[in-house]
């Protein structure tokens, strides 16, 4: 297989492998392009995820204070208790969430294969 013909945003030559019978690669062939602006802008996107490390931190703090406030007696034990399902149903929604959106994307990114894969099939055969 041959090297790609594209010109990188450096000016230098890209090295990445061409697409069978075709002198660029997917990220410089110009029938791709559609599927490169989607794929980059879902790559802003995954910021949007809500950033579960961070947010699941904050849970965690907040678990945290509710038992040492509840522990001092600061907050009654049963009201602490529904404080407590309260956040763990946040953060199971959080979780839920978080999956159903790596589903979308995995689901995209099998499609836009499924796609380059039948492209390349009809260019083979």
């Not at 204070?65 to 929604?93: D, F, I, M, P, T």
Request: contains cysteine; proline residues 2%; positive net charge.
């Amino acid at each position: 297989m041959s090297s790609c013909s594209g010109i990188k945003a450096d000016g230098g030559r890209c090295g990445a492998q061409a697409i069978r019978d075709s002198s660029w690669c997917f990220n410089h062939h110009p029938e791709y392009e559609e599927q490169r602006r989607r794929r980059a802008s879902r790559g802003g996107r995954r910021g949007g995820r809500g950033r579960p490390v961070s947010e699941l931190g904050r849970l965690q703090a907040r678990f945290e204070e509710l038992a040492e406030q509840v522990l001092e007696g600061k907050v009654e034990k049963s009201v602490g208790a529904v404080v407590g399902q309260l956040l763990n149903g946040a953060r199971a929604c959080m979780a839920t969430r978080l999956k159903a959106v790596e589903q979308e994307e995995l689901i995209e990114r099998l499609e836009e294969l499924e796609s380059l894969m039948e492209t390349r099939r009809r260019g083979s055969a």
